[in-house]
């Protein structure tokens, strides 16, 4: 608790600080920083501190899935969130079936993209749930069908790229997961972006351990921190002179819903102050494609791959967008995307929780709703071999374990039932509890 109290304690400071400057941003005071060119490659904008290693995001990877499906009704206020035809049927069974499955499957879901069981509900209202493809409802679906939508959700906590499929086409909606980089801009900039980034850790803490009182004083300092980063952000708008500053603080806004705010930060950047623009052109695909223009995102994707070929981000975007355009007609192209990205991805080049498991899992996924179920095993096998051998022993076994059911529904769905059947035992046995033995259970296709 003290741990908390202290991280308020700093945020009013980070307040306080931001409220001084916002009424002074003059080049005079420093904060907005020079003239000199910057640097927006992903290298730089997510440099590698000399103490991490490349397994270090894999560990917290696999933390935040433990936390993340302990989270509670604590975290959706009063009642529980109005659910479309089926989804009550698909939060529970994320949630792991049995008494109040409902409300933590909706709390997974939201928190998988940053938010509590209210953003988790209005997701699967769009499945009816739409990540299956089609708009059919969860409840109509077969088994299989069940479990592909399944699969595709735990895509989206590995990848941090959801796309919904409304009743409306032309109304897609589309979330991505946007790392904050803390080690860049101004102090001021990069105390909020720690703040931002410790708060969040707080929050997590509390929900999982239905911790009220500390949940109740994380989100106090949460709407402290939220009026610091607008504040700051029109300030920053208003003098367009720091190009660190901005990105950092147009991607705070953006992940705190402040859209309009964010994308004006990021759209205003000085682009003749930029040398390199890999991260910021990853960025600007990312606006591009929440706002329904497709093809400029894909355009700007493949300039970042050649740009920044060591990056993973833009390899996932795209090939999450050609799958949701038409997985039949883009799958080779698709698989070419992974083997380039197996070939020149480097964790170690810059700081990022995202691995070849998050996209090899992914095109598992897909091969699995598209029916190519000897695929499907070959890609989650591709994947389990891609989990670090640290993550491996000293991580998070639910990782491994959701991985190494793919597998098994994937034999389940060839007929392959004995070898589907062994490895399900293989897995149960190694699950940590009673809870994630259930969790299992319901997302396997051989309990049907």
Known sequence: MSLIRNRSSRAVIVA????????????????????????????????????????????????TIVAAAAISYATAGAGAPAAATGVSSVASAIGGGGAGSYMTGLSIV??????????????????????????????????????????????????????????????????????????????AVKDLAEEFEENDSDLLEAASDKDESAWAMANRSRNV??????????????????PQDMLVLGLINKNIGNDDLGDALIDNIPIYRVTNTGYLNYVQAVIKTENGRLDEAMQLLEQVRESDPYAIEPALLLINLLGHQSF???????????????????????????????????????????????EAQRWYESAYDAIPFIQERVGSKRVRNLVRLGIANSLHAQRETVAADSLMNEILDDA???DEREMLKVQYVGND
Do not use: C
């Open 16 to 63: 306080v600080a931001t409220l001084a400057l916002t009424l002074t941003p003059s080049a005079s005071l420093g904060f907005w920083g020079n003239d000199e060119a910057v640097d927006m490659s992903f290298q730089e904008v997510f440099s590698k501190a000399f103490y991490k290693k490349s397994y270090f995001g894999w560990v917290l990877l696999g933390t």
């Open 110 to 187: 939201g928190g998988w993209v940053g938010g509590n069981a209210m953003v988790g509900a209005a997701i699967l209202n769009g499945i009816s749930l739409g990540l299956g493809g089609g708009t059919a409802a969860f409840a109509s679906l077969s088994t299989v069908g069940k479990v592909g939508v399944l699969s595709s959700v735990t895509a989206t906590a590995l990848d941090g790229v959801l796309i919904l499929h409304p009743q409306s086409p032309e109304k897609l909606q589309v979330q991505i997961r946007l790392a904050v980089p803390n080690r860049i801009g101004q102090p």
């Open 225 to 242: 921190l939220v009026e610091s980063a607008e504040s700051m952000g029109k300030a920053a708008l208003e003098s367009a002179n720091s």
């Open 328 to 374: 039949l007609t883009n799958e080779q192209e698709m698989q070419a995307i992974v083997r380039a990205t197996e070939k020149y991805f480097d964790r170690n080049k810059y700081d990022t929780s995202y691995g070849l498991l998050a996209i090899n899992y992914r095109m598992a996924s897909m091969h699995f709703l598209a029916g190519k179920y000897d």
């Open 432 to 434: 940590a509890d009673d």
